[in-house]
């Protein structure tokens, strides 16, 4: 396969939609009831796609290893999203950190699965977080990254990364400059 397609791979919560902030740690929504898409959202995924971006969320939901969620309720929040956004698929890591699975990020694995079935070049793809798991997952895969920051109480992602307000900001800067972002 042809390797030459450019991906923007996002982070789901605290990039798509709103994290609900616990003691200033970042959690997922429990429920559809509880999901707020983020302002300017839907717009970058339109201009994402009006310049012929692949557009993939990798998410990592380890509530779900740990039974505070199950696979369904992830995937019905997952099609909400991807409905309302134009998304085009979802990878879901559903472990924790105990497993010591390939796909949890910071590890690539996800990033690796989304490029080989999408015929992606990572090395002209861009990634779009807000935790340090998210862009060094990216560093690991190759991609130039954007960095949303949040200031949660936690490691700060180390450099290269490009710090935005959102995905919006991310986006007008890749469109603007491609590669060169």
Same mark, same amino acid.
């Given at each position: #396969? %042809?390797? $030459?397609?450019?991906? @923007? ?7 798509? =939609?709103?994290?609900?902030?616990? $003691?200033?740690?970042? *959690?997922?929504?429990? &429920?559809?009831?509880? %999901? ?8 970058? %995924? ?7 971006? &692949?557009?993939?969320? @990798? ?8 039974? !505070? ?6 995937? /019905?929040?997952?099609?909400?999203? !991807? ?8 990878? %879901?890591?559903? *472990? =924790? ?9 910071? !590890?690539? +694995? #996800? ?11 990572? /090395? !002209? ?14 560093? $690991?895969? +190759? ?9 949660? $109480?936690?490691? &700060? ?6 710090? @935005? &307000? ?6 007008? #800067?890749?469109?603007? +400059?491609?590669?060169?972002?």
């Amino acid at each position: #396969m %042809v390797r $030459n397609q450019q991906a @923007v791979f996002l982070d789901r919560d605290g990039v798509i =939609n709103k994290a609900l902030k616990i $003691n200033g740690i970042p *959690h997922p929504p429990n &429920s559809l009831d509880e %999901v707020e898409i983020l302002a300017g959202v839907i717009e970058a %995924v339109q201009e994402l796609r009006r310049h012929e971006y &692949s557009i993939v969320v @990798v998410t990592n939901q380890p509530d779900i290893a740990n039974g !505070k969620t199950t696979i369904e309720a992830v995937n /019905k929040i997952n099609e909400y999203l !991807k409905e309302q956004t134009g998304i085009q698929d979802f990878f %879901v890591c559903p *472990h =924790n950190d105990l497993s010591n699975c390939k796909c949890r990020k910071p !590890k690539p +694995g #996800m990033l690796l699965e989304a490029a080989s079935r999408f015929g992606v070049d990572l /090395k !002209k793809s861009f990634l779009v977080g807000d935790r340090w798991r998210d862009i060094e997952a990216g560093q $690991n895969a +190759g991609c130039k990254n954007f960095y949303i920051n949040y200031q949660y $109480n936690e490691k &700060s992602p180390k450099p290269p990364f490009i710090e @935005v &307000s959102s995905l919006l900001e991310a986006t007008r #800067m890749i469109v603007k +400059g491609g590669q060169n972002a």
